[in-house]
């Protein structure tokens, strides 16, 4: 869960950064800033949701 926050956290700040370089004019930063919101940001939502819903691999028989 703590994973999950932290990783939301670094996807706002790439989201941020998205527009930050588009206005730069910094097409590779925001690409790179795009690839980044979109891993970082789709692996904390499902990570929080998995948390929330009660998943997992259950552990021994």
């Known amino acids: 869960m703590v994973v999950g926050i932290i990783f939301l956290i670094i996807a706002i700040l790439c989201l941020i950064a998205i ?3 588009v206005k730069r004019r910094n097409f590779f930063g925001a690409v790179y800033a795009l690839i980044a919101f979109a891993v970082l940001g789709w692996f904390s939502i499902m990570t929080i ?3 929330f819903n009660g ?5 021994g028989s």
């Open 49 to 51: 949701w998995d948390s």
């Open 19 to 21: 527009f930050r370089e």
């Open 55 to 59: 998943g997992g691999v259950p552990v």
